[in-house]
């Protein structure tokens, strides 16, 4: 069995990746605008299938000492392989009620498959719910839903209509527990969470700086989806919604990453999905970190 949580520390926060399973996408989807047999290649040479992406759900908890947060919540049921989310936090000795903020980054079904349990009720009912304002009005509109609900969204037929169910699923039952934010640099969550925005993919899309002490984790969300990726800069997801926007947002965010040697984490790389970039001809390269330890 694959690993479904590890543990590890930013400074004084102790952190736990922890995973919802494993989705799969089309890499003609994944890798929208990339030339099919070029792509093909550059995914054989690597080893992956060419028909479909796996992709990893790597959500983070972070308990700072003043508060236990959660950074997005997985796909849910989606598939036979995905949905685990709670038992993994239950198994790793985290109960859903001992989470009073959760933060969701951006409202992409494979973010918010979580909000609530199979029963339907709140799956974190001790916890406000932490968005930037312009990402929840986006897919609580009626017109972008009904976009989706046609395909048209990003011109994706069913991959939109499963964007759409799951925003008028997951979204409508947090109202009560909703907090909206701006969402601007830098803006503060709790103490030591820091937002990191990052639009594109969709229009209000954020990372999260989380630090304590010396160390710092950089949250990085999707702003890559796959290490081609960062081997193929200009590579974008069909599911992006400013592609423009997004490989700006990449380029930036990544350099930046590259020059101060940050340590990422990056929600669908490979689990944990924690290591470094360097540049590396157009794009940069991913150094997955070692495993520490017994963990
Ligand atoms: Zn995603």
């Not at 990339?34 to 759900?57: K, N, Y």
């Not at 972070?62 to 989310?85: E, K, N, Q, S």
């Not at 907090?179 to 990052?198: F, K, S």
């Not at 800069?233 to 069909?238: D, I, K, L």
Request: overall charge negative.
């Amino acid at each position: 069995m694959s690993q479904q949580a590890l543990r590890f520390a930013v400074g004084a926060f102790d952190c736990l990746a922890v995973t919802d399973g494993l989705s799969a996408f089309p890499a003609a989807a994944v890798f929208g605008n990339a030339p099919e047999e070029e792509r093909d290649q550059v995914l054989s040479e690597r080893g992956m299938p060419t028909d479909m992406v796996q992709s990893s759900l790597t959500s983070l908890v972070v308990t700072t000492g003043a508060h236990r947060v959660l950074i997005d919540t997985g796909i849910g049921p989606f598939a036979p392989t995905t949905g685990h989310l709670l038992e993994n936090l239950r198994a790793a000795g985290i109960e859903p009620e001992s989470i009073d903020v959760v933060i969701l980054t951006h409202a992409h079904p494979d973010h918010i498959g979580t909000t609530i349990d199979a029963e339907g009720k709140p799956a974190f009912p001790n916890a406000r719910i932490i968005m930037r304002q312009g990402e929840w009005d986006f897919w609580t509109d009626e017109a972008n839903l009904a976009k989706a609900m046609a395909g048209k969204l990003h011109n994706l037929g069913e991959l939109d209509q499963f964007m759409g169910n799951w925003a008028k699923t997951y979204l409508p039952p947090i109202r009560l527990q909703l907090d909206l934010i701006e969402g601007l640099d830098e803006e503060q969550i709790v103490p030591g969470i820091y937002v990191l925005p990052a639009p594109g993919h969709t229009t209000h899309h954020m990372g999260l700086t989380i630090a304590s002490g010396s160390e710092q984790l950089l949250n990085l969300v999707d702003v890559a989806i796959n290490p081609v990726h960062l081997a193929e800069p200009s590579w974008h997801p069909a599911f992006d919604f400013q592609p423009d926007i997004a490989v700006q947002t990449r380029r930036r965010i990544y350099d930046q990453a590259a020059a101060d040697h940050a340590r990422i984490l990056v929600y669908h790389f490979p689990f944990p999905g924690i290591g470094y970039v360097e540049r590396s001809g157009a794009g940069w390269h991913w150094e997955a970190e070692a495993p520490a330890g017994d963990d």
